[in-house]
């Protein structure tokens, strides 16, 4: 089982960022897919998830309307899209994929929010 995330960078706020986590080795159609942050000296905290079966999105209060969470079943790729980028989104961001007992992560990439 593999989840790796890319897309992380140095971004100036009110910039954008596409982050894409690539999945592989089970059946990515099945899990739920989420995006997670930690930032330093914080706990980790759901960013955005979207459901196996219709795609239903759910957002952290502080990313809506600003992220937009995709996911690409022929790819096995699940997206984060971020504008309006704030440095208070400065996070260590990691994919994770879920289905009853399974529980996958990934290694995260850093997003920094700075001018």
């Known amino acids: 089982v593999q989840l790796v995330e890319s897309g992380g960078g140095l971004v100036q706020p009110g910039g954008s960022l596409r982050l894409s986590c690539a999945a592989s080795?089970?059946?990515?159609?099945?899990?739920?897919m989420s995006w997670y942050r930690q930032a330093p000296e914080k706990e980790r905290e759901l960013v955005a998830d979207i459901s196996s079966v219709g795609g239903i999105t759910n957002y952290a209060d502080s990313v809506k309307g600003r992220f937009t969470i995709s996911r690409d079943s022929a790819k096995n790729t699940v997206y984060l899209q971020m504008n309006s980028l704030k440095p208070e989104d400065t996070a260590v961001y990691y994919c994770?994929?879920?289905?009853?007992?399974?529980?996958?992560w990934g290694r995260g990439t850093q997003v920094t929010v700075s001018s």
């Open positions: 994770n994929a879920r289905h009853l007992m399974n529980d996958y």
């Open positions: 080795g089970f059946s990515f159609s099945r899990y739920r």
